[in-house]
T-cell receptor
Framework: QKEVEQNSGPLSVPEGAIASLNCTYS??????FFWYRQYSGKSPELIMF????GDKEDGRFTAQLNKASQYVSLLIRDSQPSDSATYLC???????????FGQGTTLQVKP | DAMVIQNPRYQVTQFGKPVTLSCSQT?????MYWYQQKSSQAPKLLFH???????NEADTPDNFQSRRPNTSFCFLDIRSPGLGDAAMYLC???????????FGPGTRLLVL
């Protein structure tokens, strides 16, 4: 069964620190990788996607992908209390157009 | 502007009473998805459409059905809701890359 694994947390970091969120996946055929942020009671919001090995930066967010290790991560620099949310990692299921979601990591940024 | 609109945002129904959730998208994209998400769990794919081509996941209960009368609208029907069907129901569509999914605000279903 194809799986996406995340540490459920909570991951607690002080305001201004770097938060590092990690995700591993089992499907070697996956080509697209996504990070969603989900506030409590709200729907998931896409914040990053990455297709190629290496780093992709967007503002305070950096996604990192290592297909050989089947590992994708999200770094949040200068963490703010407003970043406190659950972060869902999602991985494409081959070329089906479907996504496999991890259970999410809860991030708490403390002032 | 919202790309995916879901109504209602909150729905309360009684055990066994049929309920319909609706979704519309403003992008005229041919791909739509329905997910179920329970507390502290990953979204679980129930159905997806590529244009009029309907696909249900192997483990989607028979109690759930979906209709897509046109490109813009999609409905999720729960024929006999049980207490275990209480969840957030999410509709999504894509833009750009096929797998890049954008979610609507969701409908939270409560079953009494």
């Amino acid at each position: 069964q194809k799986e996406v694994e995340q540490n459920s947390g909570p991951l607690s970091v002080p305001e201004g620190a770097i938060a590092s969120l990690n995700c591993t996946y089992s499907d070697r055929g996956s080509q697209s990788f996504f990070w969603y942020r989900q506030y409590s009671g709200k729907s998931p919001e896409l914040i990053m996607f990455i297709y190629s090995n290496g780093d992709k930066e967007d503002g305070r967010f950096t996604a990192q992908l290592n297909k050989a290790s089947q590992y994708v991560s999200l770094l949040i620099r200068d963490s703010q209390p407003s970043d406190s949310a659950t972060y869902l990692c999602a991985v494409s299921e081959g070329n089906t157009g479907k996504l496999i979601f991890g259970q999410g990591t809860t991030l708490q940024v403390k002032p | 502007d919202a790309m995916v609109i879901q109504n209602p945002r909150y729905q309360v129904t009684q055990f066994g009473k049929p309920v319909t959730l609706s979704c519309s998208q403003t992008l005229n994209h041919n791909v739509m998805y329905w997910y179920q998400q329970k507390s502290s769990q990953a979204p679980k794919l129930l159905f997806h459409y590529y244009d009029k081509d309907f696909n249900n996941e192997a483990d989607t209960p028979d109690n759930f059905q979906s209709r897509r009368p046109n490109t813009s609208f999609c409905f999720l029907d729960i024929r006999s809701p049980g207490l275990g069907d209480a969840a957030m129901y999410l509709c999504a569509t894509t833009t750009g890359g096929l797998e890049t999914q954008y979610f609507g605000p969701g409908t939270r279903l409560l079953v009494l």
